[in-house]
Nanobody, 125 residues
């Protein structure tokens, strides 16, 4: 059974930076893509970034491209999201997740299993 625990969220001023972490326990996830998603109040959960198991390929939502960087350390079974130049519209609960299918890089929220509880990111203007 995979368990995911996010950390690193907080309150930051616009233009600031945060680094989120997602620690996974259970079996190795090195053969599965992992992703970050976010959900603002009253909104649907949306894709932010994803990375294949090896870390060789990534995908980003247009809204965060050039500002956010996803990475992973398979030795530590940990996923990261470096967020720079934060904007008030980045305010949301950020969740990490593991893709359902081995070896597939996907941005569709419905293709991910094993979700963490999330970490709150609040960006003030």
């Amino acid at each position: 059974q995979v368990q995911l625990v996010e950390s690193g969220g907080g309150l930051v001023q616009a233009g600031g930076s945060l680094r989120l972490s997602c620690a996974a326990s259970g079996p190795s996830l090195s053969n599965y893509a992992m992703g970050w998603f976010r959900q603002a109040p009253g909104m649907e959960r949306e894709f932010v970034a994803a990375i294949v198991g090896s870390g060789a390929r990534t995908s980003y939502a247009d809204s965060v491209k050039g500002r956010f960087t996803i990475s992973r350390d398979n030795a530590k079974n940990t996923l990261y999201l470096q967020m720079n130049s934060l904007k008030p519209e980045d305010t949301a609960v950020y969740h990490c997740a593991v893709a359902r299918l081995r070896g597939v890089l996907t941005t569709n929220v419905g293709t991910y299993d094993y979700w963490g509880q999330g970490t709150q990111v609040t960006v003030s203007s």
